[in-house]
């Protein structure tokens, strides 16, 4: 009778080129893969910038001016026609509508990175504050991303404080930006401009939160090409002074 052939024993020797190219498998997959999440993010960040609207154009600036007690009136991207800003003047939430009919919000400047770095914060609200900061007659933008106040405590989470200079794109960014600079954190309630200087240039008038249900008023100037702020302003245990929220306390009429 025919004996059954042995078990295939293998020794550890015998094993270790199949575990090697096991191992090697495996490798290869997880390469590919991080080079494939890698790919992803670089075409993302990159059709952004493929994409980007309309603007900024270099046509001779305008007048800013304003039609009604929320509406300003400017060339805003530099095509030499006018566009207007909309919303509740001081509450940093608008609606920029362009001539050729296009629309933004300041969100809209906020870069992918801006959007998705501050992950760990959560309820992040954006507030922006239109004046012409450095004198050259068109209209800037002061860009903040912050935290609302969690009850009677503010939370020092702000993620985004930067000034877009004029013209602007159809998606409010800018060929030149520069740094507000801010030694407080907390949330940015809103804000307003000055009437313009000798010079031509307005002042940031910036509504920020102290705490306790307290608002603090700062002054902001144009700066080493950006915006600082006196973060001394108002007594943070009084009210912040009320003023007139229209947009005719920052522009002259048209």
């Known amino acids: 009778m025919t004996q059954p052939a042995p078990p295939d024993r293998r020794t550890v020797t015998e094993d270790l080129p199949r575990a090697r190219t096991r191992r090697d498998r495996r490798l290869r997959t997880a390469a590919r893969t991080g080079v494939a999440v890698i790919a992803v993010f670089c075409v993302a960040f990159a059709y952004d910038h493929v994409t980007r609207p309309q603007g900024p154009y270099g046509a001779d600036p305008q007048r800013i001016c304003v039609s009604d007690e929320n509406t300003v009136r400017a060339d805003i991207d530099g095509d030499g026609r006018t566009d207007t800003v909309d919303g509740a ?9 362009f001539a050729d009919g296009d629309t933004a919000v300041p ?55 930067e000034v877009h200079y004029g013209p602007l794109s ?85």
């Open 89 to 97: 003047w001081g509450r940093g939430r608008y609606t920029v509508r």
């Open 107 to 161: 969100k809209d400047a906020l870069s992918r990175w801006q959007r998705t770095k501050d992950v760990l914060h959560s309820g992040l609200q954006v507030r922006a504050v239109f004046g012409d900061w450095d004198g050259d007659h068109r209209l800037d933008m002061a860009l903040f991303r912050s935290q609302p106040d969690d009850g009677d405590m503010p939370n020092d989470a702000l993620a985004v404080h």
């Open 170 to 254: 159809h998606d409010l960014t800018s060929d030149r930006t520069g740094p507000v600079r801010m030694s407080s954190q907390s949330f940015v309630e809103g804000g307003t401009a000055t009437r313009a200087d000798a010079a031509g240039k307005q002042r940031l008038r910036l509504e920020q939160s102290a705490g306790d249900g307290a608002t603090g008023l700062h002054p902001g100037t144009q700066d080493r090409g950006g915006i600082t702020v006196d973060q001394g302003g108002t007594s943070p245990w009084n009210p912040a002074p009320t003023w007139q929220r229209t947009a005719r306390t920052d522009f002259t009429r048209c």
